[in-house]
């Protein structure tokens, strides 16, 4: 069974930095893709930085060069665990959305090919 949780969202300030942070559970490198979606009211879901099953890093044009998206692996049990974090630095109020972890049994996550989902976690930018 597949589990997202993210956590750190907050308010900040223009400027500011921010780490998110994504635990997960049943998510297998090489087997599943998975990344950092976010969602502005109203609008649907997009890809922010993503990971291909083979490990490739993708960035929306919007974040690149400002967002960095990382993943550790704790391959001690059983069952690996992943714990995926988005870097968000020099943050604008454009970036104020909800913040999902996503993930699927696919190579390549785009919003549309996501099938599992965190909750989200807001992040807020305003002076």
């Known amino acids: 069974q597949v589990r997202l949780m993210e956590s750190g969202g907050a308010p900040v300030k223009p400027g500011g930095s921010l780490r998110l942070s994504c635990a997960t559970h049943?998510?297998?490198?090489?087997?599943?893709?998975m990344g950092w979606f976010r969602q502005y009211p109203g609008q649907e879901r997009e890809a922010v930085a993503t990971?291909?099953?083979?490990?490739?890093?993708?960035?929306?044009?919007?974040?690149k060069g400002r967002f960095i998206a990382s993943k550790e692996t704790d391959g001690t049990g059983e069952t690996p665990k992943i714990t995926l974090y988005l870097d968000l630095n020099s943050l604008t109020p454009d970036d104020t959305a909800m913040y999902y972890c996503?993930?699927?049994?696919?190579?390549?996550?785009?919003?549309?090919?996501?099938?599992?989902w965190g909750q989200g976690t807001q992040v807020t930018v305003s002076s």
């Open positions: 996503g993930a699927a049994r696919a190579r390549t996550c785009s919003a549309t090919a996501v099938t599992y």
């Open positions: 990971f291909d099953s083979d490990g490739r890093r993708r960035y929306s044009e919007s974040v």
């Open positions: 049943g998510l297998v490198d090489n087997r599943h893709c």
